[in-house]
Every structure is written in C-alpha cells, then in structure tokens.
C-alpha cells in the first residue's frame, strides 16, 4: 500500500526534528508514500529498529478550502481518544512548524491489520463478517458515547444546531455547482432534482430529529477502519478530517448507507446500490434493523424513529456531492475517469433521495397519529 514519494519532504529535516522531539523513534528513517491520502499526504515511516510510523501531513501551495486539511484537528482529536474504549492509533507528535517539512503534520502508530473496501466483506467467512459488522457498530457507538467535555475537547464543535448548518453549507455549494456550465453544451449543471422541497422539509423543526450533540467522525464507514489481522474486530479507526461535534445520527446514517441504497431499485439500477446488502443475500451479512438494536444498545440511544430521516439527509448529501462531480466534469476538471458516470447519476440519485424524504413524511405522519391516539388514552 506504500511505494514511491509522490510530494517529496526534506527527510533529514523530518529526521532532525524526530530525534529532538520523539526519541522513542530511532532514526535514520526509510520513507514511502501511501496511495491513499489524497487529501492529506500520508506516509509510511520505517524507523531504524524496523518499527513503523504514519505521518500525515497537510498538503502544499495555495489551499481552496480553509477547513479542510486539518491535520491538527486529527491529531487532537485521535490523542484525546486515547484515554477511553475507542481504538484509536497512538500518536506521538504533532508540528506546526512549516519550516521542518514544509507543512504542518503529525505522526501516529502504524497499525498492522486488515482495510477493507468492500463493506460486504467478500473474502472472510459468515461467522467473521457478522462479528466484524458488530464490532464496527459496536465501535462507532463507544465513540458516540464519548463526552467532549470528558476528553477537554468542548470546543472542537458547535453544541448545537448541526443540521441547519450542514444545510447552510450544502445550500451555498449546491448553488455555485448549478450554475456550472458545460464546456460544449453551454448548459448548466442545475439544481438536483426536488432541491426545494428537500431543503424545506430538511429544514422544517416539526420533521427533524430531536437535537443531540456529540462527537462525529464525518465519514465513519468500513473502508475507514482498520480490522485485526485475523480476529473479527476493529483495532482502530482512521480519516478523522472531517470529525468535529455534530449529531451522531449522520455517522450510523453514513455507516449504513450500503443497506440504504441496496433497498433503492433506482439506486441499484445504476449501480449506486449493491445486490449484496439485500435480505438473505451474504451469508452472515446482518440486517440494518440487527445493526441499528447493536448500536443503540452500546450507544445508550435509540436512532430507530429518526433512522428514515438520517438516511435520506444521507443520500441528499450525496447527490450534491454528486452535482460537485458533474460541475468538474462540466468545466472539463474532473480528474477521475469515471466523472462522466457520476455525473450521469447525479440526477436519479437525487430521486432516491426525495423517495426517502416521501418515505419519512409518511413516517412523520404515523408517528404523529400515534402521539394523538397515546395523548387521548391518557
């Protein structure tokens, strides 16, 4: 997973720092370069005693986002983390001074296990996959029950009100992306479909979840934790730029996604959904309601009545970032050889979408009549 340095750093800079700061690691260092990382450069340090090492780095030049690239956000978070239950990588250091490397970064354990990008879990037996899906529910729900204020990390976030300003945000990018124009057609990316009535009925108190604040990864989902190399468990979670305080409910949402979308013939229609999460289909796989009652048993919280909600706020998040793939792919920017497909799904993903959001009005309406009918026999 480590070869060839793409972004070079001044190794003996990095190395002069390292035996200053962090004597534990022995230098001098063999460095390679991870394939992944593509938003913060991720290395592969092998000291001189052949123990490994992770620095994560913020990337060089001129940045388009002032919020993304945290990497100091990482590190605070992963080294709060590692007083509690949640496993996490150690860290050992982290450095703002741009003169050592060039960027600000910080380094972490190398953990030696399993990363694993198909969440169905193909190459593992049944009694495995069902034991590692439990115990990455059972991990994100730990992390859940993790209080800020317990770790000193009370203003890593807003206490409240995480919805609306993912709203106000989503708002603000899904219009500059409408307005992109294709290069050939001349015509405009658009709005996804139904944006309006998405956003009023995202927005609307009567239908949201009832506000929670605490800790959220941002994109907890298989493909960011990393299982024991031959026991069914997660050893430790990875990619926490996104992480900040926010509403636990998008995290179990973004995990689940896969049962989500396989439940959409739309959605599979277009490959956006797997066959492999439909009831009975994976030997071992479990259900969404079996992942729901493990994480709100750890959890201490039932996200059962908000669950339709969380999804379909999910998949909207989606197809805008989808709409994001298309505005790139309009302006010929787009780096990925599959832009053109993704673009082309934006607009039926939005349709899963607002099925969702049809789906968890009629919800809405049940749970109301219920309230009524409890209210009357009282």
């Known amino acids: ?7 070079p750093i001044d190794i003996q800079s990095l190395e002069r720092y390292i035996d200053s700061k962090v004597p534990e690691i022995k230098t001098p260092l063999d460095v390679k370069q991870f394939g992944y990382g593509q938003s913060n450069p991720t290395y592969l340090l092998t000291s001189a005693t052949k123990q490994r090492y992770v620095l994560r780095k913020k990337p060089p030049g001129k940045l388009l986002s002032k ?39 910080y380094i972490m354990e190398f953990l030696d296990g399993r990363i694993i990008e198909d969440p169905s879990l193909p190459d593992v037996s049944a009694e495995d996959r069902h034991k590692m899906w439990h115990s990455a529910v059972t991990t994100l729900a730990k992390f859940h029950r993790v209080s800020p204020a317990a770790v000193n990390l009370t203003s890593f976030g807003k206490p409240s009100g995480f919805y609306n300003r993912q709203l106000a945000t989503f708002k603000a990018i899904q219009d500059a992306q409408a307005k992109a124009v ?5 015509e405009p990316v658009g709005e996804i479909p139904h944006y309006a009535d998405m956003v009023a009925f995202f927005a609307d108190p009567k239908t949201q979840p009832k506000d929670r ?36 409910l998008s995290d ?6 896969p049962y989500t979308t396989a439940s959409s013939e739309l959605a599979r229609s277009i490959g956006r959904g797997s066959p492999t999460f439909l009831p009975n289909a994976t030997p071992g796989l479990p259900t969404k309601q079996q992942c729901i009652a493990w994480y709100a048993e750890t959890a201490g919280w039932d996200p059962t009545p908000d669950m339709t909600w969380g999804d379909a706020f999910g998949i909207y998040r989606g197809a805008i970032i989808m709409q994001g793939i298309a505005a790139r ?15 082309d799904n934006m607009r039926p993903f939005a349709e899963v979408a607002w099925g969702l959001v049809r789906a968890c009005k009629r919800e809405r309406s049940e749970q109301k009549e219920e309230q009524g009918d409890a209210r009357a026999k009282l």
């Open 1 to 7: 997973m480590a070869g060839e340095i793409r972004q």
């Open 67 to 105: 919020t993304a690239h945290k990497v100091d956000r990482e590190y605070r978070i992963l080294h709060a983390l590692e007083s509690t239950d949640v496993p996490v990588p150690k860290t050992y250091c982290l450095c703002e001074d741009d003169a050592v490397v060039g960027t600000p970064f």
């Open 252 to 257: 179990l949402a973004n995990l689940l996604t």
């Open 329 to 343: 792919y309009a302006l010929r920017q787009a780096s990925s050889a599959r832009a053109k497909e993704y673009a």
């Open 182 to 186: 294709d290069v050939d057609s001349k």
């Open 213 to 248: 604040s605490g800790f959220v990864h941002g994109d907890y989902k298989i493909d960011n934790v990393v299982f024991h190399k031959t026991e069914p468990r997660v050893i430790g979670i990875l990619d926490w730029e996104m992480s900040t305080i926010g509403h636990p």
